[in-house]
């Protein structure tokens, strides 16, 4: 447990970065208060960094530790909670390193100070977090976020209150005109949101259903064509409304078209002529022409609907897939660059070597995406590329490198994934490939967390870092595991130094994960202990082996 001056310069961290989120909302950036809020956060840190090159904080829901120090609390789940602001958002640890300059102090006092509830924004902390990209800042985060509820349901009691009478407007229209003065004693009206809306989706609607006639007209056109000559003019026609539909938006009269031309394709009468100018439209409704516009399309503020556009790309054929590759750097907003990465996850299979060609990008970013690609496809011949781009200059790369070989779970990570284990350097990357030393959960994988935890070395590590090893060692069931981490609870010494004390906490830990009724007379032992951990995590192992024996009645 850390002790003295640090614990007190790491309270008033973060005491300033609840008054810099209050400040940088109410001032703006010119305003002296503005300014004055970030010079005195940044020094603040630097107070901080005198006695340790790191601060790490651990989020909780309603707690925030500096070590095992409970250094902030809050037990109420609102967006001015600090602790509950990171961890709704799934971060659970956040690392602020010696070298983090005033730039980057700036750039994350912005990111947590957005009004998240009033303001119409697209991206979590975490996204945001990532596109900013800090050198020096680094937070873990786990995959399950809790979901904001009470602003949920408050949005949605406010949404009924508001909303407006659909025959209002047409009431208004329908009204006769006055006699006399037509604007004497008028009463003028309001136009809500709610019409507005109304006449511009019967405006589209006007729209669409005459570009839908259009298309049939071609269609007719098709259906009569009679020479090479002919088809050759009408396919040109289609090309043409393909490129107007994609750059105004109408993905799904796109995608129709392109399914009325493959059915037609596929009748047995058909003649190769016919096919063959189909093809030719399919191969341009997904080419690097059309996709640019698709690109544009996507790249706004506001997020389109996925749906429609993986809807119309399974009509395209594996040339695609390089076009879709060059919009990831090209497109400015992040949820755009995650349609695509979802796209080329779907396309894939159709050209998988073509896919790893992106990790060969000068762009970190493109080869990090695409590392992703690779891993949601779930090829395993993907291990082979991955293994030869391992040693990455980016550090950003090697960690979703290690996360991927994790997840592929073939034995050849192995190797990479150990040397990574004890990198004190870049704190992410070690918890990463702990967890995808997990992944792999082989026999060999067993041994060697058995005998890394059996090393005296192991004693003095972060309690955080031993913690994931012992969930790791949870995935064995068997008694030989049970009875070596029922050794390590119960193992005392005339001087109990906190490393013991983490390292029993741990091993409780471990036990409840595990399930086993053996552990409970051990568990029920410990629960008696004086030592505060100790008889927290014994207690929690307890209700968790209590709670799954419940369930499996």
Not at 465 to 486: G, H, P
Not at 540 to 547: F, P, V
Request: charged share 35%; net charge negative; with cysteine.
């Amino acid at each position: 447990m850390e002790n003295g001056e640090d614990i007190k310069a790491a309270k008033i961290v973060i005491k300033m970065l609840l008054k810099s989120r209050k400040n940088l909302r109410m001032y703006p950036v010119n305003n002296p208060i503005y300014k004055k809020t970030l010079e005195d956060t940044f020094e603040n840190f630097k107070a901080f960094f005198k006695y340790k090159d790191r601060l790490i904080f651990n989020i909780r829901l309603y707690e925030i530790y500096y070590g095992e120090e409970l250094i902030y609390q809050n037990n109420e789940q609102k967006e001015d909670n600090l602790a509950f602001f990171f961890f709704k958002d799934g971060i659970r640890e956040l690392i602020f390193y010696e070298k983090m300059s005033f730039e980057e102090v700036e750039s994350f006092l912005k990111v947590i100070s957005l009004d998240f509830v009033n303001d119409v924004l697209d991206d979590d902390t975490v996204t945001l977090f990532w596109e900013e990209d800090f050198p020096h800042i680094r937070y873990l985060v786990e995959d399950e976020f809790l979901s904001d509820e009470d602003y949920q349901e408050q949005s949605i009691a406010q949404a009924k209150g508001k909303k407006s009478d659909p025959l209002k407007f047409d009431n208004i229209a329908d009204a006769p005109l006055p006699e006399g003065d037509p604007f004497k004693d008028l009463d003028i009206a309001t136009i809500e949101e709610e019409d507005l809306k109304r006449l511009s989706h019967e405006l589209e609607e006007d729209l669409n259903d005459k570009f839908e006639k259009f298309m049939n007209i071609i269609f007719e056109l098709f259906y009569k064509a009679k020479s090479k000559e002919d088809f050759s003019e009408i396919a040109h026609f289609f090309k043409n409304a393909i490129e107007y539909a994609v750059q105004n938006g109408k993905i799904e009269t796109t995608t129709r078209v392109l399914a009325r031309l493959k059915k037609i394709a596929a009748f047995e009468k058909v003649t190769d002529v016919v096919k063959e100018n189909i093809n030719k439209i399919l191969l341009f409704a997904g080419s690097e022409h059309i996709i640019y516009y698709l690109g544009e399309y996507i790249d706004v503020k506001e997020k389109t609907d996925p749906a429609p556009i993986k809807e119309l790309v399974r009509f395209f054929d594996k040339n695609a897939i390089p076009p879709f590759m060059n919009l990831l750097s090209t497109l400015d907003t992040i949820h755009a660059r995650k349609m695509i990465i979802d796209i080329l996850v779907l396309m894939g299979p159709k050209d998988f070597i073509t896919i790893t060609k992106g990790l060969n990008s000068p762009e970190w970013y493109v080869v990090r995406n695409i590392i992703y690609v690779l891993r949601e496809i779930g090829d395993i011949r993907a291990v082979d590329y991955l293994l030869r781009t391992v040693n990455h200059p980016d550090i950003r790369v090697r960690t979703e490198i290690i996360r991927s070989l994790g997840e592929l779970g073939d034995a050849r990570a192995l190797a990479p994934i150990i040397e990574c284990l004890d990198d004190e350097s870049e704190i992410q990357l070690k918890f990463t490939a702990i967890r995808a030393l997990g992944s792999l959960s082989s026999e060999e994988v067993r041994k060697f967390v058995v005998n890394k935890m059996s090393d005296k070395i192991f004693l003095n590590k972060e309690f955080n870092e031993k913690k994931e090893y012992f969930q790791i060692l949870s995935r064995w069931k068997d008694q030989e595991t049970i009875d070596f981490v029922i050794s390590i609870l119960m193992k005392k010494s005339l001087f109990s130094t906190s490393k013991t004390i983490e390292n029993r906490a741990c091993a409780a830990f471990c036990l409840g994960l595990i399930g086993s009724r053996d552990a409970l007379p051990f568990l029920y032992k410990c629960q008696k202990e004086k030592t505060k951990l100790i008889r927290e995590y014994s207690d929690s192992a307890i209700k968790r082996i209590d709670h799954e024996s419940q369930k499996q009645g």
